[in-house]
């Protein structure tokens, strides 16, 4: 038996498609968009024209999926993106974070509060996006990821599956500050199964190898060997991991 529930003070697109047992709380704003069975969408948040959500997913108050990112006299590099959303089932959206358009999450993924993903990004399944990370451009995470709490993720990184990334990271992508948005602006590539520790700094262009481990606070200034640990500024190794 469908039992939707929809607050009278909600706003919802005529050609929206909402499944059976949605809850709509007040003050939400559903565009021409589909949510899937067993949704919940709480008050005051917004689901833009062009977004998908899957069966079961709860998006907390004041979220906004589906931001359209405007470009700016003052940025070197003008946004690219398709207009939609893709959001798998059994994902949980937290209170005030913002997705972009041209953004796919995979089934069982948590985003936390105030969390912001910018266009062109990709996430993977039973991932773990914590409170206040920001996901810039361009960029792919694999399955079964953890990105802890007010960690940056640069654009155009790419990190694998199984890795655990600590609270307070910074990943950066451009080493040519003054020459502008170009081809040599360039995210880590973090491969599958590293553990980064708390406030580290990964620089552009570096290769965290598999099943590497990042010393809390060490700044990479260069490749990591697979399954080596680094520490220090700057980090070198000091174990091998395979021993």
């Given at each position: 038996m469908?039992?939707?529930?929809?607050h009278?003070?909600?706003?919802i697109?005529?050609?929206?498609?909402?499944g059976?047992?949605?809850?709509i709380?007040?003050?939400?704003?559903?565009g021409?968009?589909?949510?899937g069975?067993?949704?919940?969408?709480?008050?005051?948040a917004i689901?833009a024209?062009?977004?998908?959500?899957?069966?079961e997913?709860?998006?907390?108050?004041?979220?906004?999926?589906?931001k359209e990112?405007?470009?700016a006299?003052?940025l070197?590099r003008?946004?690219s993106f398709?207009?939609y959303?893709r959001?798998?089932?059994q994902c949980?959206?937290?209170p005030?974070?913002?997705?972009?358009?041209d953004?796919?999450?995979?089934?069982?993924?948590?985003i936390g509060?105030g969390?912001s993903?910018?266009?062109?990004?990709r996430i993977?399944?039973r991932?773990?996006?914590s409170?206040?990370?920001t996901?810039?451009?361009?960029t792919?995470?694999g399955?079964?990821?953890?990105?802890?709490?007010?960690?940056h993720?640069t654009g155009?990184c790419?990190i694998?599956?199984d890795v655990f990334?600590?609270?307070?990271?910074a990943?950066?992508n451009d080493?040519?500050v003054?020459?502008?948005?170009?081809?040599h602006?360039?995210?880590?590539t973090?491969e599958?199964?590293?553990v980064?520790?708390a406030s580290?700094?990964i620089?552009p262009?570096?290769r965290l190898?598999?099943?590497s481990?990042?010393?809390?606070?060490?700044?990479?200034?260069?490749d990591?060997?697979?399954?080596?640990?680094v520490?220090?500024?700057p980090a070198?190794?000091?174990?091998d991991?395979?021993k």
């Open positions: 469908n039992t939707r529930r929809i009278k003070t909600a706003i697109h005529p050609k929206a498609l909402v059976e047992n949605v809850d709380g007040p003050y939400a704003v559903i021409n968009a589909s949510i069975n067993g949704s919940v969408v709480h008050s005051h689901i024209d062009g977004v998908e959500l899957g069966e997913v709860e998006v907390f108050p004041g979220a906004l999926v589906g990112p405007k470009g006299g003052s070197a003008l946004p398709k207009k959303v959001i798998g089932s949980s959206i937290g005030n974070s913002v997705i972009y358009f953004v796919e999450i995979g089934n069982n993924t948590l509060d969390a993903i910018r266009e062109q990004c993977g399944q991932c773990i996006i409170r206040y990370v996901i810039n451009y361009n792919s995470i399955d079964r990821t953890k990105i802890m709490d007010l960690t993720i155009n790419n694998g599956s990334i600590s609270l307070l990271v990943t950066t080493n040519s003054r020459a502008g948005y170009g081809g602006v360039i995210g880590p973090i599958d199964n590293v980064v520790g580290a700094s620089l262009g570096v190898g598999e099943g481990t990042i010393g809390s606070g060490a700044v990479v200034t260069r990591v060997n697979p399954n080596s640990v520490v220090g500024m070198r190794q000091r174990g991991l395979n």
